[in-house]
């Protein structure tokens, strides 16, 4: 039994660099778990308000709160567009909004957030949200 952790984009690479050219089986963990959604510091419940975190890996710097202080307009347009599913103009009208709203203070909390950027057009509910989180395994 050899293991190896990675994205599962990343499969190919994992087995070319480990000099497996067949395997007898794969066990992947592809999918969420309740705690991941009743442990409030995981930042995915709206439930339990938390840090603003949603990595569904622990180990990667990447969190929700940093792709949204830090992101430029384009980048958080498409995030939301491409993994949130909003169309163009509400894409647009959210990322605008989340570049005004850090200005004033910086996105930290999940339970603030949806208040933030009602009105929006685009307004943040989970779909979004949950784009977001999708969007941090796929960085511009």
Known sequence: VRLARGNYSECADIAAENGWKSVDGV???????S????IAERGFSWRNP????????????????????????EALERIFREYGEL????????????????ELEP????S?????????GGSWHKDTA???????????
């Open 27 to 33: 066990l992947l963990d592809i999918g969420v778990s």
């Open 112 to 120: 603030a957030e949806p208040c933030a950027l009602s009105g929006t």
């Open 87 to 102: 169309d163009g103009g509400s894409a647009r009208r959210l990322s605008l909004a989340i570049l005004e709203r850090r």
């Open 50 to 73: 938390g840090p603003l975190d949603m990595r569904m890996d622990r180990n990667s710097p990447l969190t929700a709160s940093r792709v949204l202080n830090t992101y430029e307009e």
């Open 130 to 140: 949950a784009g977001l989180g999708k969007s941090q395994e796929h960085q511009p």
């Open 35 to 38: 705690p991941q959604f009743d």
């Open 107 to 110: 996105f930290l909390r999940l």
